[in-house]
């Protein structure tokens, strides 16, 4: 049976004092145990003692840390798990700790935080008008503190944290017409970027951009993304097609005269035979050009998928060929959209399918 008591000191006079912190007295495997509950509130003190008898019962084992990591210490777990993982969003997630979580939670136990502070956490992001999709980044960084935390033997288990709902997802779509507009107002260094997008469906700014010559085999007839370098850690192969061949090829021209000026440019899409970084500022004056502001480049990926779709590549294929690993986001950005549905609308009226005007008349209207 365990129990809560005031450890006292020795004053100079002699006499003995009690402290205001109290702790507990409870046995593991025959040995009593005393632990400090770092509190002043008996009924603190209580749950905790009741806690720790649970988990005896139970034999869960009890380490000295457990249940006492502070918030601080799991963000610097988080980061440390981030690093070791080579995690391309690290920033990200220290500028999420630094300006939402440390300011909500600092100081804290993580035992101590409940769900409830949870839900005044993210009611208050909701007031400072945070998107359900930032805040759920946030909450995932929080969820993956406490899942370490369990990991390493310094909590029991993690409270419930509930997801917002999302309704983000984008459905911009180029047409030819749009994507020729777009394409034509860019420099002429970036025209090959998004003509290349637009047929592979391949992200720019990590799969297309860092693209090297190593990559591009012309006797087999098609480009390659090593394993590891793109978002889902499995590589990809896109086949030519005849207008990625001629795209290519231009680009091999080009890579060719700067090899005989003796310049070696191992990228396939460059500035002057430096790789280009970014290039948002020319993307948006481009937009606004072919009076289609506020289109962004991930549209390239809702683009390319739709395209597969209508030539009726495959859904497998379709997927190895874009880097979607899994149907439920193939699904996501196999949008349906008017152009595809007025398609099937002509095919009908066109006798496709039996029980139109059309096909009625072929059999005599029987």
């Not at 040995?31 to 509190?39: C, D, F, I, L, W």
């Not at 086949?239 to 005989?260: N, S, V």
């Not at 193939?330 to 349906?336: E, F, L, M, P, S």
Request: proline share 4%.
């Amino acid at each position: 049976m365990g129990s809560i008591y005031h450890r006292k000191v020795k004053q100079a006079d002699g006499t003995w004092k009690a402290l205001p912190t109290l702790w507990l007295k409870y046995y593991q495997n025959g040995r009593a145990v005393r632990e400090s509950t770092e509190s002043t509130k008996e009924t603190v003190a209580r749950r905790m003692l009741r806690a720790r008898e649970g988990d005896v019962e139970h034999g869960i084992p009890i380490t000295p840390k457990m249940g006492r990591v502070t918030f601080e210490d799991a963000a610097k777990d988080l980061v440390n798990d981030y690093q070791m993982n080579n995690r391309k969003t690290l920033t990200h997630a220290k500028r999420r700790l630094k300006l939402h979580l440390e300011p909500a939670f600092r100081g804290r136990r993580l035992a101590n935080i409940t769900p409830s502070d949870v839900r005044a956490f993210v009611v208050a992001r909701q007031g400072a008008k945070a998107s359900n999709a930032e805040i759920n980044r946030e909450l995932a960084l929080l969820k993956r503190m406490f899942t370490l935390a369990v990991q390493g033997g310094k909590l029991h288990a993690r409270p419930h944290i509930a997801m917002l709902r999302e309704d983000n997802v984008r459905r911009g779509f180029f047409e030819p017409d749009q994507f020729a507009a777009v394409r034509d107002a860019l420099p002429a260094e970036l025209r090959p970027v998004v003509g290349f997008a637009y047929r592979t469906g391949w992200r720019i700014a990590s799969e297309v951009l860092p693209l090297e010559w190593r990559q591009v085999d012309f006797a087999a007839g098609e480009v390659r993304l090593d394993a590891g370098k793109t978002k889902n850690r499995e590589g990809r192969v896109f086949p030519f097609t005849a207008e990625l061949r001629m795209l290519l090829q231009a680009q091999r021209d080009d890579h060719d005269r700067l090899k005989k000026a003796g310049r070696i440019v191992p990228y396939v899409f460059h500035r002057d035979g430096k790789r280009i970084r970014s290039f948002r500022g020319a993307w948006t004056s481009a937009c606004t050009t072919a009076a289609l502001p506020g289109r962004i480049l991930h549209d390239f990926r809702r683009t390319a998928v739709r395209n597969l779709e209508r030539v009726g590549v495959s859904r497998s294929a379709a997927m190895a060929m874009v880097g979607h690993k899994t149907e439920a986001i193939y699904r996501r950005y196999a949008i349906v959209d008017a152009a595809t549905l007025r398609e099937a609308a002509a095919k009908i009226d066109a006798g496709t399918f039996p029980g139109t005007a059309q096909a009625q008349g072929a059999h005599g209207g029987k």
